[in-house]
C-alpha cells in the first residue's frame, strides 16, 4: 500500500505537466481553426498546470530527471510552439516567408532557453534570478495581448463579458502592427544574458512581507476587474523590467568606472 501510495506521488506531477501539455496541443488546434480567444484562453491553463507541477513536485520531494525533462518538453509545445503557432495565424501569415521566419526564430529561441535552463539545473547552477526572458513570460506577454485583441474586435457589435481599460483597448490596432517586432524582441530577450526576477524562492516571512500581500490583493482585484487588459500590462512590464534594470546595472558599473579614472587621473 506504501509503494503504491509513493508511486502515485511521483506521478502527481507529471500528470500536471501533461496537462500542459494537452493544453499546448488544444491551443495549437485552436489557432489553426482561427478561434484565437479559445487558442489563449488554453494557453493560460498551461501556465497554471506549469505553475502547479513543480511546486507539487518539491511539496511532496518527488522531483526527478524524468520530471525535468518532460517539463521541457510542455514548456517547447505549450510556450514555444503553440505562441508561435497562434500569433502566425493572426498576424504573421500576411507577410509571407519574413513572418513564417518570425514564427519559427520564436520557437528556436524558446527550445535554447529551456535547453540552456536544463544545463544549468544539471550542473546545479540555483540562481535567485533568470538569466533571459523566461519561456512562460515572453508566451504570456503573446497570449494577453491576444486575449485584449480579441476583445477590441468584439468590442463594436457585442456586449463585453469583461471590463475594458479604454486607453489600452484604443491603442491595439498600435499593438497589433508592432507585433511582428514584439515577437523577434521576445525571442531575443529569451536567449539574452538580461536577468528576469524570479518569484519562485520569494520569501513571505520577511518584513516586507505585508506590502507585498497587499500589492497581491490590489493585482487580484485589477485582474478580476479587468481581467484581459491587467495581465497584458502586468506581462509587459515585467518584459521591460529586466531590460530596464540591466540597463541600469550597466550604467552604474560605467559611472563607477569613469568615477575610478577621473580620481586615479
Known amino acids: 500500500m506504501d509503494r503504491r501510495l509513493k508511486k502515485g506521488i511521483y506521478i502527481l506531477p507529471s500528470l ?3 496537462g500542459n501539455i494537452a493544453c499546448g496541443y488544444l491551443s495549437i488546434v485552436s489557432s489553426i481553426n482561427g478561434n484565437f480567444s479559445q487558442a489563449a484562453w488554453f494557453l493560460i491553463f498551461a501556465i497554471a498546470f506549469d505553475m502547479t507541477d513543480g511546486r507539487i513536485a518539491r511539496f511532496t520531494k518527488t522531483t526527478s530527471e524524468f520530471g525535468v525533462q518532460l517539463d521541457s518538453l510542455g514548456d517547447l509545445i505549450s510556450f514555444g510552439l503553440a505562441p508561435s503557432v497562434m500569433m502566425y495565424q493572426l498576424v504573421l501569415n500576411s507577410m509571407g516567408k519574413v513572418g513564417l521566419a518570425i514564427a519559427v526564430l520564436f520557437v528556436v529561441c ?10 544549468q539545473a544539471q550542473d546545479g547552477i540555483v540562481c535567485s534570478s533568470f538569466v ?20 477590441f474586435i468584439a468590442s463594436p457589435g457585442q456586449d463585453l463579458t469583461f471590463k475594458t481599460i479604454p486607453i489600452l483597448m484604443k491603442n491595439m490596432p ?17 536567449v539574452s544574458n538580461i536577468t528576469y526576477l524570479s518569484f519562485k524562492k520569494m520569501d513571505l516571512s520577511k518584513p ?6 497587499v500589492l497581491i490583493i490590489v493585482l487580484l482585484f485589477l ?5 484581459q487588459n491587467i ?4 506581462f ?4 521591460i523590467s529586466g531590460v530596464l534594470f540591466t540597463g541600469a546595472k550597466y550604467y552604474r558599473a560605467f559611472k563607477q568606472k569613469i568615477n575610478f579614472k577621473k580620481r586615479s587621473d
Open 16 to 18: 500536471f505537466t501533461c
Open 110 to 119: 524558446s527550445a535554447l532557453r529551456l535547453a540552456k535552463f536544463n544545463v
Open 132 to 151: 533571459g526572458l523566461p519561456t512562460p513570460a515572453s508566451a504570456g506577454l503573446l497570449i494577453s495581448f491576444v486575449l485584449s485583441y480579441e476583445l
Open 174 to 190: 498600435i499593438f497589433f502592427k508592432a507585433m511582428p517586432v514584439t515577437v523577434v524582441v521576445l525571442s531575443l530577450l529569451m
Open 208 to 213: 516586507k512581507a505585508f506590502r507585498l500581500l
Open 223 to 227: 485582474i478580476i476587474t479587468f481581467p
Open 231 to 234: 495581465i497584458f500590462i502586468l
Open 236 to 239: 509587459s512590464l515585467y518584459v
